[in-house]
């Protein structure tokens, strides 16, 4: 399946729209990764292991939606948007979403 940010594949003309698609993941944080990236803002550099995890929870949501797309009879999403949200109790859990413009190219 292409997903791509741009509003068109080039070279694709877009034959049917099948509407618009989400993926939503929320991961929580737990204490010792909290831990040890406390440490590294402190000793500077970057944290791995939220970086690990960002990445999973991004991964996830794009195989979320492109099921959704594929589901509405897609084979293509187009406009793909991520958003990032800080959600629960002192900041907790993280949210990505995903959404995008299914289409048949």
């Keep these: 399946m292409i997903v791509t940010t741009t509003p068109s594949v080039e070279g694709k003309p877009v034959r049917d729209y099948c509407g618009i698609v989400t993926g939503e993941v929320i991961v929580g944080a737990n204490l010792f990764r909290d831990l040890f990236a ?31 797309a594929a589901k509405a009879g897609g084979n293509a999403v187009i406009g793909v948007d991520l958003d990032y949200e800080v959600l629960g ?9 995903a959404s995008g413009t299914a289409v048949v190219v």
């Design 89 to 97: 109790q002192n900041g907790s859990m993280l949210m990505v979403s």
């Design 38 to 68: 406390s440490i590294t803002d402190i000793v500077g550099g970057r944290s791995g292991k939220y970086e690990d995890v960002l990445q999973r929870a991004r991964k996830e949501a794009l195989a979320e939606m492109e099921a959704h």
